[in-house]
């Protein structure tokens, strides 16, 4: 039975922080937008750019710390995304909401499949599992705004949900990976 070397054990470590920063932010905003929801206003309009533009940040940080790793690439390819969601959202919100909820739809799905990409490369470090469900939960959730943008009646409701899912998926992960277990028992 391997355990985890230095490296991926300072790089789990770097990781878990990131997971508890990346659970905490998504709490606080799920609870702002879900306050906010009911129609798109300034603070709605500026959370909304605002969550893919911490995803860059994280993303970011995230390729910095894992360097020598193999999801470097991946990872880059969350940060052109969620900027180009940061963007989109920004014109999408001078159309309505059935617009934003594409548009994060569209994200939605392909960040998730970026994220599956990524748990699944790092699975070795364990506590992936979390990640690797959620990256695929993202995706289902992803079709399901671009569906609930023809319905009558959408809201922004549903994407503060997402994201407190999302921030849940982290701090399991987050948990599991200070759990310090060797990466064949993850």
């Not at 970011?60 to 360097?67: C, H, K, V, Y």
């Not at 940061?86 to 499949?113: F, N, T």
């Amino acid at each position: 039975m391997a355990t985890t070397t230095a490296p991926d054990a300072g790089l789990a470590q770097t990781l878990r922080r990131l997971y508890f920063v990346r659970f905490a932010f998504a709490l606080v905003w799920a609870g702002l937008l879900f306050a906010t929801a009911s129609s798109l206003g300034p603070v709605s309009i500026a959370l909304l750019v605002l969550y893919p533009l911490f995803d860059v940040a994280a993303a970011g940080f995230d390729a910095r710390s894992a360097r020598a790793g193999k999801p470097i690439a991946a990872l880059y390819v969350n940060v052109a995304i969620s900027l180009l969601a940061a963007a989109g959202l920004a014109v999408a919100a001078s159309s309505g909401i059935p617009d934003v909820l594409r548009v994060w739809g569209g994200w939605a799905i392909v960040a998730g499949l970026v994220q599956l990409v990524v748990g699944v490369t790092r699975r070795g470090l364990g506590g992936q599992w979390p990640m690797i469900l959620s990256g695929a939960i993202s995706v289902v959730a992803g079709a399901s705004f671009v569906l609930r943008a023809t319905m009558d009646g959408a809201t922004l409701r549903a994407l503060a949900g997402y994201a407190t899912l999302g921030g849940v998926f982290f701090l399991v992960s987050a948990l599991r990976l200070g759990r310090g277990r060797t990466a064949q028992e993850q």
